[in-house]
């Protein structure tokens, strides 16, 4: 199984400022990733998925890069709505599994 | 507008069964893999299980094999989740998904929409 790991698990950090989120997988999963952000008592919501390209809605605030095992997700400037919890999502294409990472906890500073 | 609504969640005791299903419309949804996703109290995401757009193909995690089953209708727009042999470490909030890519056929990809998630406690 493809183990996740994402750092930090906790980011503080200002509106307006910069976040950088880190997902390293423990064997490559090419560019399947994604990320996905959820706000308490809500459901998650798709923001980036194999590994760059934005979902649909999602602002160009948020974008991704990586390959391979190492992945990040970079929100150029804060908005207060972004402070939220963060996982990334990879899938092996055979037998087809899914496994999320731990998360990181986005919270205002 | 994609709209997923979940159901069936509750309170059941160890070794007891339960049967949820989602609700699914705005979509043509016998052309789209659905997944189960859940999140135990306070924890992150584990993927369930999933399921092609045209039923043939089931997928399960290693923790829910052999006591969950997966199915749909598509005459209905329903999904379902049949889970046997409850465990307490099953507790969570079940999210239904649907997958990103348009494809009859195929293993979901990403989880493009989510339904509001129906809450399973195991418990005596």
């Known amino acids: 199984e493809i183990v996740l790991t994402q750092s930090p698990a906790t980011l503080s950090l200002s509106p307006g400022e910069r976040a950088t989120l880190s997902c390293r997988a423990s064997q490559s999963v090419s560019s399947y990733l994604a990320w996905y952000q959820q706000k308490p008592g809500q459901a998650p919501r798709l923001l980036i998925y194999d590994a760059s390209n934005r979902a649909t809605g999602i602002p160009a605030r948020f974008s991704g890069s990586g390959s391979g095992t190492d992945f990040t997700l970079t929100i150029s400037s804060l908005e207060p709505e972004d402070f939220a919890v963060y996982y990334c999502?990879?899938?092996?294409?055979?037998?087809?599994?899914?496994?999320f990472g731990q998360g990181t906890k986005l919270e205002i500073k | 507008e994609v709209q997923l609504l979940e159901s069936g969640g509750g309170l059941v005791q160890p070794g007891g069964s339960l049967r949820l299903s989602c609700a699914a419309s705005?979509?043509?949804?016998?052309?789209?893999?659905m997944s189960w996703v859940r999140q135990a109290p306070g924890k992150g995401l584990e993927w369930v299980s999933a399921?092609?757009?045209?039923?043939?193909?089931?997928y399960y995690a290693d923790s829910v094999k052999g006591r969950f089953t997966i199915s749909r209708d598509n005459s209905k727009n329903t999904l379902y989740l049949q889970m046997n042999s409850l465990r307490a470490e099953d507790t969570a909030v079940y999210y239904c998904a649907k997958d990103l890519q348009y494809c009859g056929s195929c293993a979901p990809e990403y989880f493009q929409h989510w339904g509001q998630g129906t809450l399973v406690t195991v418990s005596s």
């Open positions: 705005g979509f043509t949804f016998s052309s789209y893999a």
């Open positions: 399921i092609s757009g045209s039923g043939g193909s089931t």
């Open positions: 999502q990879q899938r092996s294409n055979w037998p087809p599994a899914y496994t």
